[in-house]
């Protein structure tokens, strides 16, 4: 008898495994289907910023862009406008640069020859200077005294002659002053405080960190980023428009 129930005995453990094994087939098969396309994804994601770095950059931007979307488009007439004669480039611009800018800044002076360079090559481009006098009061002082000459149309004059004279002192200053033909002494005018004041908000709105702070289209941009930076910000902003 036992020899008799033996056989089924061993058939039924038998299927039981075949059962089991393929439950766990199946199993693994549906783990592998749901799981597969992140393991893959997540790999192909590895390789790909392996292969291309850039594509991170690309991506922070993207963030960084959407971040200060909001502000762009609901200051982009305030932040574009220029103050007087306080801009160079097209009179009808394709594309538009902001520079907030302190001129005791370095990293400021250091930017200046690629946003010369942007200007002498990109006929549809106007460079917008904001005045943002952060460090210290010979800033203060040499960005109402820009202002003043930016009131009468000698922006550029004074401008360019301070840069070249040097880190603002009383007697840089005063060069450039004579340069552009107005009084060294800055006056309380509220239309050059209002400007100053309405700089300071917009920076601020904008995540400045310090000088320089480039905007162009729905880029805001901290620091001496360089020409090829600002190219690549000019062009994209000129298809956007």
């Not at 040097?166 to 060069?175: L, M, Q, V």
Request: proline content about 7%; charged content about 20%; some cysteine.
């Amino acid at each position: 008898m036992s020899e008799s129930v033996a056989p089924p005995a061993r058939q039924s453990g038998l299927g039981a495994a075949i059962a089991g094994g393929i439950v766990g087939s199946l199993l693994t098969a549906a783990l592998l289907f749901f799981a597969a396309p992140a393991l893959l994804s997540s790999k192909i994601v590895r390789q790909g910023l392996l292969a291309d770095p850039r594509i991170l950059t690309d991506a922070v931007d993207a963030l960084r862009d959407a971040q200060y979307q909001p502000v762009l488009s609901a200051n982009r007439a305030a932040i574009e406008t220029p103050f007087a004669s306080s801009w160079k480039g097209a009179s009808k611009p394709e594309v538009t640069l902001v520079e907030f800018f302190d001129y005791a800044c370095p990293y400021c002076k250091a930017s200046n020859p690629a946003v010369d360079r942007l200007l002498q090559e990109d006929k549809g481009l106007r460079v917008v200077y904001r005045e943002l006098p952060i460090l210290g009061p010979d800033s203060v002082t040499a960005a109402r005294l820009s202002l003043a000459a930016s009131k009468l149309g000698r922006f550029a004059r004074f401008h360019d002659a301070l840069w070249t004279a040097g880190r603002p002192a009383p007697e840089t200053i005063a060069a450039a002053a004579r340069n552009a033909g107005i009084a060294p002494t800055a006056v309380q005018d509220p239309l050059i405080e209002a400007e100053l004041n309405r700089n300071m908000k917009l920076a601020g709105e904008l995540g400045a960190t310090g000088t320089p702070v480039f905007v162009v289209g729905d880029r805001v941009m901290n620091g001496a980023v360089g020409y090829d930076t600002l190219k690549d910000a000019i062009a994209k902003a000129r298809k956007r428009a």
